[in-house]
């Protein structure tokens, strides 16, 4: 119970953003979306450090000075992984008119959710990666220390939620309740990927220190490639800067107080 509770509270942080199109009426002002994903940027960076880098190294600390083997190659993976579904799946980032990957005749709508569903994929395996480090009675990582990831990703989610749903109700012209459904179910796969990820860590217990890695690469991959771009374009602003330290220092803290 304590596990499904674990893995669902990512998804219940997008479902209470998205929730944010039956409260506001327009979208977002810029500066206020940027500093939301400056703060998910810096959730997810130390994130990808305290809860999945330094664990991996920690399990592989029987390797001695090639302990960094199994992060280093783990990470450079999730890079790849990602890098190929951006490539392979059609998505639409939001604010931009120029789709991704190959040509297909899907709505923007459709695209603008799978371009956030995809980069959605990664969080939840690091969630499910945790708890699959944790139900393995790992010593480094602990139920409290899963929970800690957990909370850190569903409060990065929560103003995603709101980015995806708010300007598909103003610019798409959808219902408050289509737009909240479609902002709700981008996070869906969340969960649904550290089930997945759970079940495949039972047969590959040997490999967790690459899991956590590789998990943490493919949420790096979704900071650099869109998150900071996001926040920093248009008119120049530290707002975002300020947002990812608020983030990264949240995420922290919780990472080693909870852990």
């Not at 990666?129 to 790992?138: H, K």
Request: aromatic share 6%; hydrophobic share 55%.
């Amino acid at each position: 119970m304590e596990t499904l509770i674990g893995l669902l509270i990512p998804f219940a942080g997008t479902a209470l953003g998205a929730g944010c199109v039956f409260l506001l009426r327009n979208q977002l002002k810029p500066l206020v979306q940027k500093s939301l994903l400056g703060f998910a940027s810096g959730v997810m960076v130390a994130a990808s450090v305290w809860s999945l880098l330094i664990p991996a190294m920690d399990m592989a600390a029987s390797m001695k000075r090639f302990a960094f083997v199994p992060a280093a190659v783990g990470f450079l993976l999730g890079i790849l992984f990602l890098l190929c579904m951006d490539r392979l799946v059609p998505h639409l980032h939001m604010g931009s008119s120029e789709a991704e990957g190959p040509h297909c005749h899907l709505k923007k709508t459709t695209m603008l959710v799978l371009a956030v569903t995809l980069h959605n994929i990664p969080e939840g395996m690091a969630v499910g990666v945790v708890f699959a480090g944790m139900l393995s009675d790992n010593v480094n990582i602990t139920l409290m220390g899963a929970f800690a990831l957990s909370i850190g990703i569903a409060i990065q989610n929560f103003p995603e939620g709101a980015i995806i749903s708010l300007p598909l109700r103003s610019e798409s012209g959808m219902t408050k309740g289509k737009a909240f459904l479609c902002g709700a179910l981008s996070g869906i796969v969340e969960p649904l990927a550290a089930a997945v990820t759970i079940l495949l860590s039972g047969f590959l217990t040997p490999l967790l220190p690459y899991l956590l890695s590789f998990a943490a690469g493919a949420m790096i991959y979704v900071v650099v490639e869109e998150l900071i771009p996001e926040a920093s374009e248009g008119e120049h602003s530290n707002i975002g800067t300020i947002g990812f330290a608020a983030g990264f220092v949240l995420m922290m803290i919780l990472d080693v107080a909870l852990g």
